[in-house]
């Protein structure tokens, strides 16, 4: 009994936990909401970061140049020598007549032999000139440890960018769907009255094929515009890093956009201070620079200043102790100048100053393309503020055509053909409104991405 109470209760906790977690996952998500997911979720930008992380060591790296340099060796051992067997010329005595001494080639053996070998060390060197290679080597590094962070932050903005995209074409799509379904439904009602009219005689059956025709139309859009609404959720799931068809329901923005007016000169002003992209470029030019400085340095000389103490005994403890006596020690400066290397550092010369004018023809290509940007996306967001001015009177007109085409329809004065473009007029303003709306947040999105400052 006690283990069936033991396990209700487990169930229970399980079945809380789990309707806790499908209430937080059913929850309509913010735009903000989004973005944080899509952040924390994308391994891309994880990757970027880490490499920015790699780029920081390079710089410490490149720090180690001209700090001091200290090793020391430790060696305990013992070495043996075996019996060697030499060819010598060997003493067989003395010439009876000149009393010379006469010598025989033999083979001589030497017995083998084992002692204790000890040693301790220490080095040290530091570099005292290189015509300033070694700092160029730092400012390098830190160039490109500048580029990694810009480059990071860049794809970061492309994640809040695509999220900001794709959120709004959700919704967007949601929006249509609602406009088709309204469609559809006034479709289908009025198919209804003129059966009915048709039933006692007010209508010809031409009517109700029309109708019927235009009934059909809409119920294709609307299963067309459902599938669109699919692929949007798919869409903004894998730009959070989620299953595609993961379930999602995200809040709607409910006031009409308002921007403040912007200046094409000022958009690319605030650009070139803050786009990540643009200051990576800028960046990854400085590398190169100070590249092709440190390769021009490899054909000076350098100087170093350096030292040895060693000690070495037999005797393991003789080694490490009675320190006047088994060392030896070195002091001295040392100049090093490459005389030739197969024209590898000519090489190296050649190919920095590349690296500089591709990075500089680099720049200078996406600074064209950010005023290309800043410019469709402004003509996008004073074309999307006129349309919606034009389409709100558009609309009001729309609908009032559609109501009096009804009306005349009713009392045998209008056309079936009338209701049916009017019903058209209304939907397509409905649809240009709602088009409007959320293509200007998009274009809005894509401006501030260009200035540099989405998500800022």
Not at 342 to 359: C, K
Not at 411 to 435: C, E, F, P, W, Y
């Amino acid at each position: 009994m006690k283990h069936v109470k033991t396990l209700l209760i487990f169930c229970a906790v399980a079945l809380f936990a789990a309707n806790s977690v499908f209430a937080q996952n059913g929850r309509p998500l913010t735009l903000d909401e989004c973005v944080g997911i899509a952040l924390n979720d994308n391994s891309t930008l994880r990757n970027a970061e880490r490499r920015a992380q790699i780029a920081g060591t390079n710089v410490m790296t490149a720090r180690a140049s001209i700090l001091p340099s200290i090793n020391s060796t430790l060696q305990s051992g013992k070495i043996r020598q075996g019996d060697r067997t030499l060819l010598g010329d060997v003493p067989v005595g003395l010439d009876p007549n000149t009393g010379q001494v006469l010598y025989q080639r033999r083979t001589i053996t030497q017995p083998g032999y084992s002692s204790n070998s000890n040693s301790a060390q220490i080095n040290a060197s530091l570099l005292l000139f290189d015509f300033g290679a070694s700092w160029n080597r730092i400012r390098q590094a830190n160039a490109a440890e500048d580029a990694s962070t810009k480059t990071y932050q860049s794809i970061k903005q492309n994640t809040i960018l695509l999220v900001h995209q794709r959120y709004f074409g959700y919704l967007k799509e949601l929006q249509l769907l609602g406009v088709d379904e309204e469609a559809a439904k006034s479709s289908e009602e009025q198919l209804k009255r003129t059966e009915t009219m048709y039933e006692i005689g007010s209508v010809a059956q031409g009517d109700v094929f029309r109708a019927r025709t235009q009934h059909g139309q809409d119920r294709i859009s609307l299963i067309m515009q459902k599938n669109l609404v699919t692929n949007a959720r798919y869409l903004l799931n894998v730009a959070m890093g989620r299953p595609a068809d993961a379930e999602l329901s995200v809040v709607d923005i409910e006031e009409e956009p308002q921007f403040r007016d912007y200046n094409l000169e000022e958009v690319i002003k605030v650009a070139v201070e803050k786009n990540p992209e643009l200051q990576s470029v800028q960046h990854e030019m400085k590398r190169a620079q100070i590249g092709r400085r440190v390769a021009m340095s490899a054909f000076l000389p350098s100087f170093s200043v350096g030292g040895t103490y060693s000690r070495s005994h037999n005797e393991f403890d003789r080694v490490y102790s009675d320190f006047g006596k088994n060392w030896f020690g070195s002091v001295g400066l040392s100049m090093r100048l490459n005389l030739f290397n197969g024209f590898a550092d000519q090489a190296n010369v050649e190919r920095e100053t590349l690296n500089y004018r591709i990075a500089e023809e680099d720049y200078q290509n996406r600074l064209r393309n950010l005023r290309l940007e800043a410019e469709q996306a402004l003509l996008s967001l004073e074309a999307w503020k006129e349309i919606t001015a034009i389409n709100k009177d558009n609309l009001a007109s729309a609908q009032e055509d559609l109501r009096l085409a009804q009306e005349r329809y009713r009392v045998g004065a209008g056309t079936l053909l009338d209701i049916i473009n009017a019903q058209v007029n209304v939907t397509r303003a409905k649809s240009t409104l709602v088009r409007a709306k959320y293509d200007s947040k998009i274009a809005h999105a894509q401006l501030r991405a260009t200035m540099g400052t989405l998500g800022q």
